[in-house]
């Protein structure tokens, strides 16, 4: 069974500090990886990993793969409180099955002012 | 339309009633996909469309579960029976070919179902 593990599975910081959230997963057939952020209802897409070590970066995010060590990193630099939110990682186990993702429990990240 | 819409955003039902819950994707998105997120969860996989037919219907976890998208465009999940184990906010995402190009699912803002 395909598995994702996050953590830590919550983090609280202080406006501008960095964190780094990670995932862990054991899957068979991997395709890609992929970072949701979850403020409220419906997550959006910050991310999609298919290589490891070619660093992806979003002003100040940024996410690496490892595909041997089977991880991923997501760090967030000068955090904000518009940072707050849940982190979900999740994994696209492709075989013939293109459009199911497994996701880990997710990172709830709280930045106070 | 602009985004991926879902109704009802709330529902509350008694247990053993039957529930649809309808989504709407992004216009020309041909895949479309149902996931379910309980309380401190990640989402987890129910079912995903490719046109009109269910490409992967793995996750659904019983009979009591099924899932239409007769025209490639709406999809209408719907529970029978439900039970309270079923209350959980049930998420639809959509995206311009299974997978997506950049892997990016588009989700709607979710159905809050809540069997007492």
């Known amino acids: 069974e395909d598995k994702v593990v996050q953590s830590p599975l919550s983090l609280v910081v202080h406006e501008g500090d960095t964190v780094t959230l990670n995932c862990s997963y054991e899957v068979t057939n991997f395709r890609s990886l992929l970072w949701y952020k979850q403020e409220k209802k419906a997550p959006t897409f910050l991310f999609m990993l298919t290589s490891s070590g070619i660093e992806k970066k979003s002003g100040r995010l940024s996410s690496i793969l490892d595909k041997k060590e089977l991880f991923s990193i997501l760090n967030i630099t000068a955090t904000q409180t518009g940072d707050s939110a849940i982190y979900l990682c999740a994994v696209n186990a492709g075989g013939t099955s293109y459009g199911k993702l497994t996701f880990g429990q997710g990172t709830i990240l709280t930045v106070h002012p | 339309g602009a985004g991926v819409s879902q109704t009802p955003s709330n529902k509350v039902t008694e247990k053993g009633k039957y529930v649809e819950l309808r989504c709407d994707p992004i216009s020309g998105h041909t895949a479309l996909y149902w996931y379910r997120q309980s309380l401190g969860q990640g989402p987890e996989f129910l079912i995903y469309f490719q046109g009109t037919g269910a490409a992967d219907d793995s996750g659904l976890p019983n009979d009591r579960f099924f899932a239409v998208r007769p025209e490639g465009s709406v999809s209408t999940l719907k529970i029978q029976r439900t039970e309270r184990g079923d209350s959980a906010v049930y998420l639809c995402?959509?995206?311009?070919?299974?997978?997506?190009?950049?892997?990016?699912?588009?989700f709607g803002e979710g159905s809050r179902l809540t069997v007492l």
């Open positions: 995402a959509s995206s311009l070919t299974a997978g997506g190009a950049s892997g990016e699912l588009f």
